[in-house]
């Protein structure tokens, strides 16, 4: 069951909460909480853990979609960056004037794709106008992130409509809260098809990419970064400047991103 808006964002409030040790600790204070897009989550752990390493300072972050994140950051949450998977969430965000002024930047860009379970005996799909997904998915379900507001579903229903597939197999979907709960329902079989990023696909040995949805068919795939007008935190700029510099760009590189922002140092 999906929760609504303000009930899944009261839940992160509560799980980061319950993660954050007290601030009586110079070092604690300095720690750098981030709220980042699901679809991060293994590459971020690994870049995060590399920035503690030379820099000392730890990172806490937060996977969701981006519409519980975006509006957790509205009611206040204590986090000092934002990640989202589209520009959508991060102009709400924007819009509320809880961005610091100059630290935006386009950071990565992704690819969405068809995924299978390993044990998929159809062979490869080819994604084109009109392709039979529908006779593919049979009496199964495809699995997708929420198609009205999480980044990735909303970008996998605007390619099925360019395609014009959507209305053969609206009524087959699947939604799930996120990116990875979705490729979860493909890796456990309880759906034989879904729509996730590639990274994603990559991530999960599980499932197989059977297609791929050709970059014209959605919205360009932007992961936008920000820091947040409440943060106190000097090292958080520290931090974002470090995702945009060439130790983070070869893990993000690693894990199937393509990134759109670089700096020489860090």
């Known amino acids: 069951m999906r929760l609504p808006f303000h009930a899944a964002a009261f839940a992160?409030?509560?799980?980061?909460?319950?993660?954050?040790?007290?601030?009586?600790?110079?070092?604690?204070?300095?720690?750098?909480v981030v709220f980042a897009a699901a679809s991060l989550k293994n590459a971020f752990d690994e870049i995060a853990a590399g920035w503690t390493a030379k820099s000392g300072v730890p990172v806490k972050t937060s996977y969701a979609a981006s519409p519980p994140l975006a509006k957790q950051i509205e009611e206040g949450a204590p986090a000092d960056l934002f990640i989202s998977a589209d520009l959508d969430w991060m102009d709400y965000v924007d819009k509320k004037n809880l961005l610091k002024a100059g630290t935006r930047v386009n950071l990565l860009g992704n690819t969405i794709v068809l995924v299978a379970s390993k044990d998929w005996t159809k062979g490869d799909v080819k994604i084109e106008p009109n392709f039979a997904l529908a006779d593919l998915l049979g009496d199964g379900r495809l699995a997708m992130a929420g198609v009205t507001s999480v980044p990735a579903g909303k970008y996998g229903k605007a390619a099925l409509?360019?395609?014009?597939?959507?209305n053969s197999v609206a009524n087959k979907v699947a939604e799930a809260e996120n990116v990875r709960a979705a490729l979860a329902l493909v890796a456990r079989s309880e759906a034989p098809l879904g729509i996730v990023y590639r990274t994603d696909a990559a991530a999960e040995p599980t499932v197989k990419i059977v297609g791929t949805?050709?970059?014209?068919?959605h919205p360009p795939i932007v992961y936008p970064a920000a820091a947040l007008a409440s943060s106190k935190n000097a090292k958080a700029e520290d931090f974002l400047r470090y995702l945009a510099g060439p130790e983070a760009k070869a893990i993000f590189e690693k894990h199937?991103?393509?990134?759109?922002?670089?700096?020489?140092?860090?």
């Open 213 to 217: 949805f050709p970059d014209d068919s």
């Open 256 to 266: 199937g991103f393509r990134v759109l922002a670089t700096r020489s140092s860090t």
């Open 161 to 166: 409509e360019k395609l014009g597939v959507w």
């Open 12 to 32: 992160i409030a509560f799980a980061l909460a319950a993660t954050l040790p007290p601030s009586s600790s110079v070092a604690e204070s300095e720690s750098v």
